[in-house]
């Protein structure tokens, strides 16, 4: 359950990162370590690949040292998507955390 609920935070994490700026899979998951997710490739991957195929995310692949690397960024279908959960999130805590 815990796995269910947090993969739910991890998809706003990248929605969110992914409107900021160019996001990439090692990049994502050193990023989603610091806010204390520990996400593997193998959970984080089919994730990237289920928002992109929902036509969330768009997805570039670039040769980096020698390395293909796919880059994603959000759409716009990704950042109505962000926007409607931003508030959803907010009523949530304001609920949960707060108690109101
Ligand atoms: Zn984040």
Redesign the pocket.
Known sequence: MIRDLELAFVKL?IL??ADNEEVFGVGLMK??ER?GYTIGPGTLYPTLAKLEKGGFLTCKARTVNHKQRKYYRITPAGRSLLDEMKGKIEELYREVVNGQ
């Open positions: 994490h969110y990162h990023e989603l806010h």
